[in-house]
């Protein structure tokens, strides 16, 4: 039992981030859709059921990466019992006259960023609701014991102005990688001399500390930093950082030793582990290396959340060789999702937003190689998520064309994969794409995304319910809800269309669009 005094340090995240999503990350898209259309007891139970928890305590067993490195951080200095990671719909029963500060992991918790504007547009998203959730709580206790609260994660940016920091209870947010200060930030806000804001990075990657428990759904880091350079994503500020093997070993062998079968890599850019050129070419034996190496530690598979297509269409015969060490070529029908950035193909925009996304290839040479990393994916069992920005403040209608022609492209070669249309964002907040914006390009663009999500569904269901928790009945239920999440979305499109556009159907609008062939000439990739 915790005391009645309450833990020293107390570490969570919103409940959208306290699960294993069934051993699907593709399920943690759901929280970025809209709460009111979705039960709250189907996002709880079903898709996204919490880490296993100690009632009795309110300590979860499991918990995000970001949240164990700070653990591990502050264990240099302080007692083991004096640092606990709760869940946070229990803080009440770790927080009390003795804490001293709560800290909080956060991925989006206001729902500003593109999947959750997308997703819910002018709508409550399930992960701002979860956060607000856990806020007003925690606002409560601060209230009796006059704890620091202090937030740091992917979506910190977020909250990192005044107001939003008060109306939230926050009194510090941190932006970047915190591993190295945590211990210095943590003994500041206990003596109340911590700023507002810190921006800080990792200069070394031997200052990152060791993880000393599980993580969710398995997941360990593999690598920080991408290198690439793309002008909208904030990645680019972490220089290039891989986490030796050993190490990784070690890690991987606390989430099978929690339970978990599998190990999921965590990276920027995975096929760039071990890479020291500067063309960007994937180093064949480090990720053979790594990939036998965690698969020796008894993982049934491993999997990663992040490739590029330009590394993959470069080296297809790193792609066949990962799936032959996860056993995918056995005839076990087993496929694995990764997340790949299309993002577009317009040869200008590609060249002026993209930065070195596309070496070892040429800009212009962008949209042929996506089409090559699509085909070499499906080829060796890999499911690409497929993400493309919509709404770039300079783009002409003529050059989403581009992009158009590729997922017309995609229905024509039968791509097994789902492409998410996201809506563009900035940090500044000042030239964020929404719906009520969209031109009549962007709208096709956005529609034929979908349409050719509906026409893979049945490839993508057996991935995202492909779950030993499921029974026979549970699978099929699931299967519904998957279709008929899909179908509202279409719904939602068509009516967004009439409003949009003097009362045009979608049919009308598109056909405006395809069969665009001459816009789209482009070589293909020097493979």
Not at 120 to 147: D, G, R, T
Not at 243 to 264: C, T, V
Request: glycine letters at 8%.
């Amino acid at each position: 039992m915790v005391s009645s005094g309450g833990r020293r340090v107390v570490l969570t995240a919103d409940r959208s981030l306290m699960t294993n999503y069934r051993g699907n990350f593709l399920y943690g898209f759901i929280a970025c859709g809209p709460y009111e259309l979705v039960p709250e007891f189907v996002f709880d139970k079903l898709f996204c059921p919490s880490v296993e928890t100690e009632s009795a305590t309110g300590g979860v067993k499991v918990a995000q990466c970001g949240l164990r490195r700070v653990e591990s951080a502050l264990l240099q200095e302080y007692k083991r019992d004096e640092v606990f990671l709760a869940h946070p719909e229990m803080l009440e029963k770790c927080i009390g006259p003795e804490t001293k500060v709560v800290g909080i992991n956060v991925m989006d918790p206001l729902g500003m960023a593109p999947v959750t504007t997308t997703m819910s547009p002018e709508k409550l998203s399930y992960v701002a609701m979860k956060f607000k959730k856990m806020c007003a709580s925690l606002i409560q206790l601060k209230k009796k014991y006059n704890f620091k609260v202090v937030v740091g994660g992917n979506g910190s940016w977020e909250l990192a102005k005044p107001d939003r920091m008060k109306i939230h209870g926050i009194d510090t947010v941190v932006i970047g990688e915190a591993d190295e200060l945590a211990l210095d930030l943590f003994h500041d806000l206990e003596a109340g001399e911590a700023p507002e804001l810190l921006h800080t990075f990792v200069r070394s990657i031997d200052n990152i500390p060791l993880m000393q428990g599980p993580t969710v759904n398995s997941l360990i880091e593999a690598m920080r930093g991408c290198g690439r350079g793309c002008d909208f994503c904030d990645v680019n500020k972490r220089s290039k950082k891989d986490f030796p093997l050993d190490r990784l070993q070690k890690e991987a062998q606390i989430n099978l030793k929690y339970g978990f079968d599998s190990i999921w890599l965590q990276s920027d850019e995975m096929l760039l582990y071990g890479c020291d050129n500067k063309d960007f070419i994937p180093n064949y034996d480090a990720i053979t290396q790594l990939w036998s190496g965690l698969k020796s530690t008894g993982a049934r598979f491993v999997g990663t959340t992040h490739m590029t297509l330009s590394a993959v269409a470069s080296s297809p015969d790193l792609i066949k060789k990962m799936s032959e060490i996860n056993g995918m070529n056995d005839g076990s029908g087993r496929w694995l999702a990764t997340n790949l950035g299309v993002e577009t193909v317009a040869p200008r925009m590609v060249k002026k937003h993209l930065g070195v996304k596309t070496k070892p290839f040429q800009p212009e040479e962008w949209g042929a190689v996506v089409r090559e990393g699509c085909k070499v994916l499906n080829e060796n069992k890999w499911f690409p998520a497929l993400t493309i920005i919509i709404g770039w403040p300079d783009e002409t209608p003529d050059e989403t064309q581009y992009t158009i022609d590729l997922i017309e492209d995609f229905k024509r070669t039968n791509m097994r994969g789902i492409v998410a249309p996201l809506l563009y964002q900035d940090f500044s907040e000042k030239n964020s794409m929404h719906f009520g914006n969209l031109n009549e390009a962007q709208f096709t663009l956005f529609w034929m995304s979908w349409q050719h999500n509906m026409r893979v569904i049945n490839d993508i269901i057996p991935i995202i319910i492909r779950n030993k928790s499921y029974g026979p009945a549970m699978k099929v239920f699931m299967a519904g809800l998957i279709k008929a999440g899909t179908w509202a979305i279409m719904k939602y499109l068509r009516s967004q269309a009439k409003e949009l556009f003097n009362g045009q159907l979608p049919e009308d609008i598109i056909a405006r669009y395809t069969n665009k062939r001459s816009v789209t000439a482009s070589l293909p990739p020097k493979l």
